[in-house]
């Protein structure tokens, strides 16, 4: 999805936790004079004590993905590294932000289409098809 980006690691404290509550984010992207990803910063970081700057808030250099990369190997980049979001860029540049809430929707939609084909298909237990033909005593 789109990221929430701050646009300078110089910004002040108060200003990133403005920006925190004014887009409802759990996560911010951090870019550099240049406008590449520097950091991010979660919501969780802005409890560090001693930090006034983006640039003390943030994880710099953060682990990120490109947009080629699979659903699978995003999700298996955040088990690895113990980590809620994944920056998306291309040549350093930020196209976007992909949340555990991202893949929680997704592993939602899919159940559901899988329950809708399971429905057409009359998937009656464990995977076995039955057609509408057989008769209810026969175990399919």
Request: aromatic share 2%.
């Amino acid at each position: 999805h789109a990221a929430a980006v701050l646009g300078q690691t110089t910004r002040a404290r108060q200003e990133v936790i403005d920006q925190f509550r004014e887009k409802f984010c759990r996560h911010m992207l951090v870019r550099d004079a240049a406008g590449k990803l520097a950091g991010i910063i979660s919501n969780r970081d802005l409890a560090k004590t001693g930090a006034q700057t983006a640039e003390q808030l943030m994880t710099p250099n953060p682990i990120a993905i490109a947009p080629e990369t699979t659903v699978n190997q995003a999700i298996t980049a955040m088990i690895q590294h113990h980590i809620s979001a994944l920056p998306v860029v291309r040549e350093g540049r930020i196209l976007g932000v992909v949340t555990t809430t991202d893949l929680l929707m997704t592993l939602q939609s899919t159940l559901q289409v899988l329950s809708s084909v399971a429905k057409e298909l009359n998937v009656r237990s464990a995977g076995e098809v039955c057609s509408e033909e057989e008769p209810a005593e026969v175990a399919c």
